[in-house]
Nanobody
Framework: QVQLVESGGASVQAGGSLRLSCVAS????????MAWFRQAPGKGREGVAI????????YLADSVKGRFTASQDNAKSTLYLQMNSLKPEDSAMYSC????????????????????WGQGTQVTVSS
């Protein structure tokens, strides 16, 4: 059973930085996508960053390019999201998700494709 546990969320001022972590356990798939999604109150779920099983970043939302980076430490089974130059509009519940994928299929920022989700970690950015 895949389990995803996020941590690192906090309340920070605009311009600050945070690093979110997502520890995965029980992953037996050889190919998968791991993603960060976020959802602000009253808004839909937005894909922020995606990595594939090799650790390469396959997607980064335009709204965070130049400020956020994603990385994966396979030895620690952990996905990270480094968030710099935070803005109030980055405030949201950030969740980690995993999608097993077939050979040749792409990792896409579509929440419905992801089978496994963590409980989320709250990020609040004040101006």
């Amino acid at each position: 059973q895949v389990q995803l546990v996020e941590s690192g969320g906090a309340s920070v001022q605009a311009g600050g930085s945070l690093r979110l972590s997502c520890v995965a356990s029980g992953v037996t798939y050889s190919r998968y996508c791991m993603a960060w999604f976020r959802q602000a109150p009253g808004k839909g779920r937005e894909g922020v960053a995606i990595t594939s099983e090799g650790g390469g970043v396959t997607y980064l939302a335009d709204s965070v390019k130049g400020r956020f980076t994603a990385s994966q430490d396979n030895a620690k089974s952990t996905l990270y999201l480094q968030m710099n130059s935070l803005k109030p509009e980055d405030s949201a519940m950030y969740s980690c998700a995993l999608e097993p994928r077939m050979f040749g299929s792409r990792c896409l920022p579509v929440a419905a494709r992801y089978n496994y989700w963590g409980q989320g970690t709250q990020v609040t950015v004040s101006s």
